[in-house]
């Protein structure tokens, strides 16, 4: 199994970028297909990003394409997002994922397998 740290979040301003780290320790990244998940109070955990095993192979929610960019580096066994023209609608707790499962595009939370604990991003002047 794999164990996921996020970290990179914080405060910023409407605008503004920042680049979260999902960092995995234990069974190599390379064998999961990740996503990042975000969770706004009150709201459902909603899909933001996903990558394939390989990195050759991305798919983004709408209200993020153009902004988001995720990607990974499997030496280093990291996957990234980053996040430009921050709007106050993309503030939450963002969490990473990793599904062992590797014949799907994996955009549900049910779908995946491991989870971080999660990192803050507020976005508001």
């Known amino acids: 199994q794999v164990q996921l740290v996020e970290s990179g979040g914080g405060l910023v301003q409407p605008g503004g970028s920042l680049r979260l780290t999902c960092a995995a320790s234990?069974?190599?990244?390379?064998?999961?297909?990740t996503g990042w998940f975000r969770q706004a109070p009150g709201k459902e955990r909603e899909f933001v990003a996903a990558i394939s095993e390989s990195g050759q192979n991305i798919w983004y929610r709408d209200t993020v394409k153009g902004r988001f960019t995720i990607s990974r580096d499997n030496a280093k066994k990291v996957v990234y997002l980053q996040m430009n023209s921050l709007k106050p609608e993309d503030t939450a707790v963002y969490y990473c994922a990793a599904d062992e499962d590797l014949n799907r595009v994996a955009t549900r939370t049910t779908d995946y397998d491991y989870w971080g604990q999660g990192t803050q991003v507020t976005v508001s002047s």
């Open positions: 234990g069974r190599t990244i390379r064998s999961y297909f």
